[in-house]
């Protein structure tokens, strides 16, 4: 199989809303893509793509996959997305992540990760409102999800991943 990028794994995500005949936008895809790949770096301990995050005002976004969505600004993506074909483990486990994240608004997703270390140590000192293309460390997102994981729990607690 190819190698996984973050567009492959941002399209499953948008495929797997219009099957369920759900609206998504650009900042709810990115949140999501952000949790695919940080619990799977907690969880297992390697990254699902190498694509990196930056630490945008709005949360954690991966600029590529951003970009190619941008036109839709905080409107529902409505194009037609052929979803990227994965082995059963991480179709198993970008499962989890929509079943723990996806009932989420995008806005609650921004909240959720403004209070999560990997975004706040990488937004270090800046002001709320400023922009930033600060990037989100892997070693960071590595050992916040892994603490996570090792407590079984999810930021806020109202929903657990499991292993």
């Not at 460390?137 to 109202?158: C, G, L, P, Q, V």
């Amino acid at each position: 199989m190819n190698k996984v990028t973050a567009h492959d794994v941002a399209k499953y995500i948008i495929a797997e809303f219009h099957e369920a005949e759900d609206f998504i936008t650009n900042m709810k895809v990115q949140k999501l893509l952000y949790y695919v790949q940080g619990w799977h770096l907690g969880l297992y301990g390697v990254p699902v793509f190498d694509e990196q995050f930056q630490a945008w005002v709005h949360g954690p976004v991966q600029y590529e996959v951003y970009n190619k969505y941008k036109n839709y600004r905080w409107n529902p993506i409505s194009e037609p997305i052929e979803k990227s074909e994965f082995e059963p483990a991480l179709i198993k486990h970008i499962h989890e992540v929509l079943h723990a994240y996806g009932g989420e608004t995008g806005y609650m997703l921004e909240i959720l990760t403004h209070q999560e270390w990997p975004w706040i140590e990488a937004r270090d000192d800046l002001a709320s409102d400023a922009l930033s293309q600060n990037i989100i460390s892997i070693k960071t997102m590595k050992e916040f999800f892994a603490e996570k994981a090792k407590n079984n729990e999810r930021t806020d607690n109202f929903i657990k991943i499991r292993r």
